[in-house]
């Protein structure tokens, strides 16, 4: 069945040749990685993991004077996870599944499976670290004068079936969103994002009755890009939450962040960045009555806070924040592009267990990320990294589960290989 489909997709192709633009692309991205201490502190005499995980991609693309689309199927799997003489598997899930219709000169509408990619990916990312990588069922509306303004309007409503209650899936129930990004001139840009989330409520009313309910916490804020004619790229962002949590509870958080890139050497190929993130949290000894814990919601946390992902991935929501003081080194020497990162984390809210009535002190620890990228052509990429984390006693309480040591040596390291071939590709007349 699935030879038959791509035989036809084939087909098309050339009939679409004539008037539009076809291509179907892929990719291979395999990525071993080595684990004692990724994501929670490594236990004594914990061994080590050693695992080998694949994403395989097949991406339909065609594009007319009247629309767009992009269909995109993909494969995950851990290599051996499958029985070598397995008759099928189920793995193959659709990623993208969307079609752009161009209104007017300035207008359109996209419709369907689709990434949301904003401004630095803090709010919105397609979190393509993770080899299933995010995308969202959603309508967008989108307004684009290059000179003047670009504005996106999201709206989405999930449901697991056509008439079931309650929403069983992972995320929210509805979203809404307004993005707005104006260029002034050749140095500035300044993003507005507001984000109205909501996440079902279910009331018990008796053994057998419940009720359901979409509660919303609202989230909105702003980014700015700022560059000198002296190779300084400044970027600051200010985004602040209200409204009701998932657990039905006051919301009041802020996240800040700002951070100063030089371009040194005269070809721009070292880059010196310093920066500082703060993400409010809820203390821990003298609770509010309201959640003061900051939710990066859709964003791809991967990219921030470190490459173990200690934090806001799948982990810390709720708790007591975070603030990162970090230091970046990148350079490019032709197909070389090795980079070094440095972060001292510590939390924004007090840290304190309760059960002994102990106080811990706000320093949660230091990591360092090594990455090295080797670009073999112009569709294949190898990329090899090491992270090792230097937690403290606080950072044990918080992200142990019990069982994790501060005293071992915990880091993580990965080889990935990435080839993104163009399989087929028409030309436009």
């Given at each position: 069945m699935r030879t038959?489909?791509?035989?036809?997709?084939?087909?098309?192709?050339?009939?679409?040749?004539?008037?539009?633009?076809?291509?179907?692309s892929g990719e291979f991205r395999p990525r071993t990685e080595y684990n004692h201490g990724l994501n929670k502190l490594a236990g004594p005499n914990q061994d080590a993991v050693i695992w080998t995980a694949q994403r395989t991609r097949l991406n339909f693309d065609f594009s007319n004077d009247l629309i767009s689309s992009r269909i995109s199927l993909q494969d995950v799997r851990t290599w051996g996870s499958t029985p070598q003489l397995a008759a099928a598997d189920g793995f193959i899930a659709l990623h993208?599944?969307?079609?752009?219709?161009?209104?007017?000169?300035?207008?359109?509408?996209?419709?369907?499976?689709?990434?949301?990619?904003?401004?630095?990916?803090?709010m919105f990312g397609n979190v393509?670290?993770?080899?299933?990588?995010?995308?969202h069922d959603i309508l967008v509306l989108k307004y684009e004068r290059?000179?003047?303004?670009?504005?996106?309007?999201?709206?989405?409503?999930?449901?697991?079936?056509?008439?079931?209650?309650?929403?069983?899936?992972?995320?929210?129930?509805?979203?809404?969103?307004?993005?707005?990004?104006?260029?002034?001139?050749?140095?500035?840009?300044?993003s507005l994002l507001f984000l109205n989330n909501g996440k079902q409520m279910i009331t018990v009313i008796d053994s057998i009755t419940n009720s359901y309910s979409t509660i919303y916490s609202q989230t909105a804020g702003t980014r700015m890009t700022f560059k000198t004619p002296e190779k300084i790229t400044i970027?600051?962002?200010?985004?602040?939450?209200?409204?009701?949590?998932?657990?039905?509870?006051?919301?009041?958080?802020?996240?800040?962040?700002?951070?100063?890139?030089?371009?040194?050497?005269a070809e721009n190929n070292l880059k010196f960045t310093a920066g500082f993130e703060l993400?409010?949290?809820?203390?821990?000894?003298?609770?509010?009555?309201?959640?003061?814990?900051?939710?990066?919601?859709?964003?791809?946390?991967?990219?921030?806070?470190?490459?173990?992902?200690?934090?806001?991935?799948?982990?810390?929501?709720?708790?007591?924040?975070?603030?990162?003081?970090?230091?970046?080194?990148?350079?490019?020497?032709?197909?070389?592009?090795?980079?070094?990162?440095?972060?001292?984390?510590?939390?924004?809210?007090?840290?304190?267990?309760?059960?002994?009535?102990?106080?811990?002190?706000?320093?949660?620890?230091?990591?360092i990320d090594l990455s090295i990228g080797y670009k073999l052509n112009d569709i294949v990429l190898f990329k090899f990294g090491y992270s090792q984390l230097f937690a403290t006693e606080s950072m044990e309480y918080l992200r142990s589960a019990k069982s994790g040591s501060k005293d071992e040596i915990n880091n993580w390291a990965f080889l990935m290989l990435s080839v993104?071939?163009?399989?087929?590709?028409?030309n436009k007349n």
């Open positions: 038959a489909v791509l035989s036809v997709l084939i087909l098309m192709s050339f009939q679409f040749s004539a008037f539009a633009q076809f291509s179907i993208e599944a969307w079609v752009q219709l161009k209104l007017q000169k300035h207008w359109k509408l996209k419709a369907g499976r689709q990434e949301l990619v904003y401004d630095d990916q803090r393509n670290w993770a080899q299933q990588a995010r995308s290059q000179a003047f303004l670009k504005a996106d309007l999201g709206v989405a409503y999930n449901q697991n079936e056509t008439l079931k209650n309650p929403y069983a899936t992972a995320g929210y129930k509805a979203m809404q969103y307004l993005w707005l990004h104006k260029e002034f001139g050749k140095h500035l840009g300044i970027n600051a962002a200010l985004y602040y939450q209200t409204g009701i949590d998932a657990a039905n509870q006051d919301l009041s958080a802020y996240y800040a962040a700002i951070d100063v890139t030089l371009a040194l050497l993400l409010s949290g809820s203390d821990q000894k003298n609770p509010t009555p309201e959640n003061n814990s900051f939710n990066p919601f859709y964003g791809t946390n991967h990219k921030f806070n470190g490459y173990m992902d200690y934090f806001y991935v799948g982990n810390h929501t709720g708790s007591v924040g975070l603030q990162d003081l970090y230091f970046k080194l990148g350079y490019k020497s032709g197909k070389f592009t090795p980079g070094l990162d440095f972060h001292l984390f510590s939390a924004a809210a007090q840290v304190y267990d309760a059960s002994v009535s102990k106080e811990y002190n706000a320093a949660l620890g230091n990591e993104k071939p163009s399989f087929f590709e028409s």
